[in-house]
């Protein structure tokens, strides 16, 4: 059984940072491109970041320069750091995982971890 846990959300003043991660299981991690998305309320899920096996990875415009995705293929977990947090990086956040490489589509991911959510206040 494919499963994606998340972890790290939580309670952060705006200009602060937060790490969430995202530990994968029941799948062969080296097969499968990482997204990171985030929802926000009356929002669709968006993303945010995508990270393949073999290196190579992408960001949001409005995250590019604060977010970094990393993977630790050993622990099969992927890391979003999120640094210099705005009250609009507001959302639940989503991992995804996909064989291939990694796309900016949500309908392109089949399998979801259940979120966390992450508040910036101000």
């Known amino acids: 059984q494919v499963q994606l846990v998340e972890s790290g959300g939580g309670l952060v003043q705006a200009g602060g940072s937060l790490r969430l991660s995202c530990a994968a299981s029941?799948?062969?991690?080296?097969?499968?491109?990482m997204g990171w998305f985030r929802q926000a309320p009356g929002k669709e899920r968006a993303f945010v970041a995508g990270s393949n096996w073999g290196g190579g990875s992408d960001y949001a415009g409005s995250v590019k320069g604060r977010f970094s995705i990393s993977r630790d293929n050993a622990k099969n977990t992927v890391y979003l750091q999120m640094n210099s947090l705005k009250l609009e990086d507001t959302a639940v956040y989503y991992c995804?995982?996909?064989?291939?490489?990694?796309?900016?589509?949500?309908?392109?991911?089949?399998?979801w971890g259940q979120g966390t959510q992450v508040t910036v206040s101000s």
């Open positions: 995804a995982a996909r064989r291939g490489d990694y796309t900016q589509y949500a309908a392109g991911y089949d399998t």
């Open positions: 029941g799948l062969t991690f080296r097969r499968y491109a």
